[in-house]
Structures are given as structure tokens and as C-alpha cells.
């Protein structure tokens, strides 16, 4: 898996790169993003890595209690149906529960 995502990883930055910088081409571009991640894995090491797993754990989980908050303030039929109000709270329950267990 690695052997495809990193040239991927480098690829896409360096296409980034690319929109910024027109006039630059393609294989500075890439060595540049190697060279930043090369000193960034040196540099930061293993706690790098737990820091940035930890942080994008925690926005995962702000992003899906937003996404949970906003569905249900954007569907107002679910306060007059109690059916409809006990399966959302079931399904809210459950992702809590995955969310618990991931975490």
C-alpha cells in the first residue's frame, strides 16, 4: 500500500504546488515535497505521528457530531413522528457506540 500512496501523496502536493507556482514544473516540485516530508518524519518522528493521528481523530469526531447536529435540526418532521424520533435516536446511540469503540 505504501508504494502507492506515497508517489500519490507527492504527486497530488506537487499538483497543488503546481497551481500555485505555474511556471514551475513538475519534478521540482516533487523533490520539494520529498525533501519537506523527508525533514518533517526526521525531525518529528514517531511523536509527529501520534499527534497528528490524535488531531485528526478529534476533528473526525467534532466533523460527525456537526453532521449529526445539523441532520437532524434539518429534517423538522422527526418531532412530530415518535417512530421516526426513536430510530434516529437508535442510530445516534449506535454511532456514539462506534464512535466509543474506534476511539
Do not use: H, K, R
Not at 504527486?11 to 514544473?25: C, D, E, N, R, T
Not at 497528528?52 to 456537526?66: P, R, S, Y
Amino acid at each position: 500500500m505504501t508504494l502507492i500512496e506515497a508517489p500519490a501523496s507527492l504527486y497530488a502536493g506537487a499538483m497543488v504546488g503546481q497551481a500555485l507556482f505555474p511556471s514551475v514544473p513538475m519534478c521540482p516540485l516533487l523533490a520539494a515535497g520529498a525533501l519537506i516530508a523527508g525533514v518533517y518524519i526526521f525531525f518529528g518522528g514517531l511523536s509527529a505521528v501520534v499527534i497528528n493521528d490524535a488531531l485528526q481523530a478529534a476533528m473526525i469526531m467534532i466533523g460527525g457530531i456537526l453532521v449529526l447536529v445539523l441532520a437532524w435540526q434539518a429534517v423538522p418532521c422527526w418531532v412530530s413522528n415518535p417512530v421516526a424520533v426513536s430510530a434516529v435516536v437508535g442510530v445516534t446511540l449506535l454511532a456514539a457506540a462506534v464512535v466509543v469503540w474506534w476511539w
